[in-house]
């Protein structure tokens, strides 16, 4: 019986409805079309100098600032919990004009980076490769005064140092570097310094369609990486585009990205279901701080309930067409779907 016929038999029959109300909710999970998993997870954390440092960021509970050694202990539960990936952003000694310490081999990504593949050498760890958490003025390059009080980024001298920060995460063991700055060309000067250094292997994910959103804000204070003046939107997409951001991934992935992602991802479910449709690519989307942060909110205040819409909202990011998801919720997250 074909599905017209069968919705023809049964509309209009209340006994035929109350039996689909009452599905187990195992048979529900079996003949669901989308389906979560802990493989899906790729989970943010934030390292900064010190020792014995876990310091909570006051507007995403739950998330913290830590020190090498408690990153260490971070992603062994990580790691328990079956979650195949983290990716690290650093929050660095010292900041200077041109983020120096982004692309020094000691730096504090790198040292993470090395002390991590030393104990847990099957954990996917991915680097974010940017200047914005390195530079005095939190911009995500280098900035040049144009006029009175009026800057712009410098973008090839900042490729340069992108490529160069990419190439120092690959040396220090990284297994996939993503950038995130949106400046032009960096994915091919990062492939091509990747490659002439014997990193062939090591891919790139890049932040392909990375809009100019309000939802970043408590990512900056864990990052502390919010600009000094001005904003980002030279360089981040306008929240009304969705046809750019098919010709900013399509750009990347010619330049030799293997993963582009799509951030934020609850504003932006078309966008990744349209990069999805149109390329062959594994698609990655960050549920962002505000994403999380709101949720996390409204849970604590008794308004939601937590664990359904941290679930809901997932599944709707993975429904949308997302391979990969970057959250927050990774190990509540996995916590519920494995039943612990």
């Known amino acids: 019986m074909g599905v017209a016929q069968l919705i023809t038999r049964t509309v209009g029959f209340p006994t035929l409805r109350l039996r689909r109300?009452?599905?187990?909710?195992?048979?529900?999970k079996m003949v669901a079309e989308t389906q979560l998993s802990v493989d899906d997870f790729i989970y943010p954390l934030f390292v900064c100098p010190g020792e014995k440092v876990k310091r909570e960021v006051r507007s995403m509970p739950g998330v913290y600032q830590q020190s090498i050694d408690n990153i260490i202990r971070e992603c062994e539960e990580v790691y328990k919990l079956g979650i195949p990936a983290v990716i690290l952003?650093?929050?660095?000694e010292r900041k200077d004009e041109f983020g120096s310490e982004a692309y020094d081999e000691n730096g504090i990504i790198q040292r993470t980076v090395r002390a991590l593949k030393k104990e847990i050498p099957e954990l996917v760890v991915i680097t974010d490769v940017c200047l914005c958490e390195y530079t005095s003025h939190g911009h995500c390059g280098i900035v040049r005064e144009v006029a009175p009080g009026k800057y712009e980024i410098v973008n090839d001298e900042t490729v340069e140092l992108l490529a160069k920060e990419a190439l120092t995460h690959a040396e220090a063991g990284a297994d996939m570097v993503?950038?995130?700055?949106?400046?032009?060309?960096?994915?091919?000067?990062?492939?091509?310094?990747?490659?002439?250094?014997?990193?062939?292997?090591?891919?790139?994910?890049?932040?392909?369609?990375?809009?100019?959103?309000?939802?970043?804000?408590?990512?900056?204070?864990?990052?502390e990486s919010a600009p000094k003046f001005g904003d980002r939107r030279s360089h981040?997409?306008?929240?009304?585009?969705?046809?750019?951001?098919?010709?900013?991934?399509?750009?990347?992935?010619?330049?030799?990205?293997?993963?582009?992602?799509?951030?934020?991802?609850?504003?932006?479910?078309?966008?990744?279901?349209?990069?999805?449709?149109?390329?062959?690519?594994?698609?990655?989307?960050?549920q962002v701080s505000g994403e999380y942060s709101m949720i996390k909110a409204a849970g604590l205040n008794g308004w939601i309930d937590e664990q359904r819409i941290?679930?809901?909202?997932?599944?709707?990011?993975?429904?949308?067409g997302a391979d990969l998801i970057l959250t927050y919720f990774a190990k509540d997250a996995a916590k519920v779907l494995k039943g612990s």
């Open 236 to 286: 981040q997409m306008d929240p009304a585009n969705s046809d750019e951001a098919l010709r900013e991934i399509a750009l990347d992935i010619q330049e030799g990205a293997d993963i582009v992602m799509v951030k934020p991802a609850l504003a932006y479910l078309d966008v990744i279901y349209r990069a999805k449709q149109e390329f062959k690519v594994p698609i990655a989307a960050y």
């Open 310 to 320: 941290m679930l809901e909202t997932l599944t709707a990011i993975k429904r949308a």
């Open 178 to 223: 993503a950038p995130s700055d949106m400046m032009d060309g960096r994915v091919s000067a990062i492939r091509k310094i990747l490659d002439e250094n014997g990193f062939q292997n090591v891919p790139i994910m890049s932040y392909a369609a990375k809009y100019a959103s309000g939802f970043y804000g408590p990512f900056r204070e864990a990052a």
């Open 21 to 28: 109300l009452r599905m187990t909710e195992q048979f529900r």
């Open 89 to 92: 952003f650093g929050i660095p």
